[in-house]
């Protein structure tokens, strides 16, 4: 339900080359039982995104090739936006329900300290196991996350524009600059809330190729963000332990639903993960230490 009052969050949809995805992200979108206005920033598309993003709103700003820089983007997307709450939605993330956007905004109530929201990703029918297997272990019911450093994705999600203000998010960073500036801004007192009723369908299937670059953009990222003593950054902790535990938690899972190809690519693709990362995290902290 898209509308015209100005007390309606805006929601900022990335996008390129989505199609045939956004057409149906868009019209779930416009199902919501939530008054939104819609700004679209979109990378050159060229398959047809852009004629469908006209469908549905004129608020459309063209990143030229070569110019996207996630932390800049963001950074636009709030400059062009005036809501005190500003939607974060990825053009290949499809809102399951009508009630997708109201959950994800309760997620403000009750603190003025909650400075960003983030919302559960459930992989799409056409997904891999062992990725479909990673975004349950990643969100699902938000359990394991209380393990984990810190957890965000600005894929689905909303940010307070009262921290932004005073901490824009990082234009130097390729990948994770959702991760670095939710890790800031807890830092000074705010808090992050991951709210599991609001739901969108998102995943992508990666050749091993393209797993092993994700990881390491994630790892050089993850190394510039977070603070590590000498045990965490070493070999053993940071590479082979975490490696080891995915692959037999990947098999105890496949053994379990009779996934057996499964069981034979999971150490295949979690070897690329633990040496994308690695490498990446190197990298990152000779940059670090320059």
């Not at 990948?175 to 969108?200: A, C, H, K, M």
């Not at 050089?220 to 000498?230: D, G, M, P, V």
């Amino acid at each position: 339900m898209q509308g015209s009052d100005t007390a309606a969050p805006f929601v900022v949809m990335r996008s390129h080359n989505d199609m045939p995805v956004v057409a149906e992200t868009l019209a779930r979108l416009h199902e919501q039982d939530h008054a939104f206005q819609l700004l679209c920033l979109d990378n050159e598309s060229e398959d047809g995104t852009v004629e469908e993003l006209r469908k549905y709103t004129d608020r459309i700003v063209n990143i030229p090739r070569g110019k996207y820089v996630p932390g800049r983007v963001l950074n636009l997307g709030m400059e062009l936006s005036t809501s005190d709450h500003v939607v974060f939605l990825n053009s290949d993330c499809t809102p399951i329900d009508s009630q997708w956007l109201r959950n994800l905004m309760s997620g403000f109530s009750g603190d003025e300290r909650v400075a960003a929201v983030f919302g559960r990703q459930v992989p799409r029918s056409d997904c891999y196991p062992l990725f479909a297997k990673d975004a349950e272990d990643t969100y699902g019911d938000g359990s394991r996350q209380k393990y984990w450093r810190h957890c965000f994705s600005m894929a689905s999600s909303a940010i307070s524009r009262l921290p932004w203000k005073s901490q824009r998010f990082n234009e130097n960073l390729s990948y994770s600059e959702d991760i670095e500036w939710t890790w800031r801004v807890r830092q000074t007192g705010f808090l992050i809330r991951y709210v599991p009723d609001s739901v969108v369908m998102h995943s992508h299937n990666y050749s091993l190729k393209q797993f092993y670059r994700r990881h390491y953009g994630e790892g050089r990222a993850e190394a510039a963000i977070f603070s590590w003593t000498a045990w965490e950054r070493g070999l053993l902790r940071y590479s082979f332990l975490p490696c080891t535990r995915q692959i037999l938690s990947d098999w105890k899972y496949f053994v379990g639903k009779g996934l057996w190809g499964s069981v034979i690519h999971s150490p295949l693709f979690r070897v690329a993960q633990m040496l994308g990362r690695r490498r990446g995290f190197r990298v990152g902290l000779k940059e670090k230490a320059q």
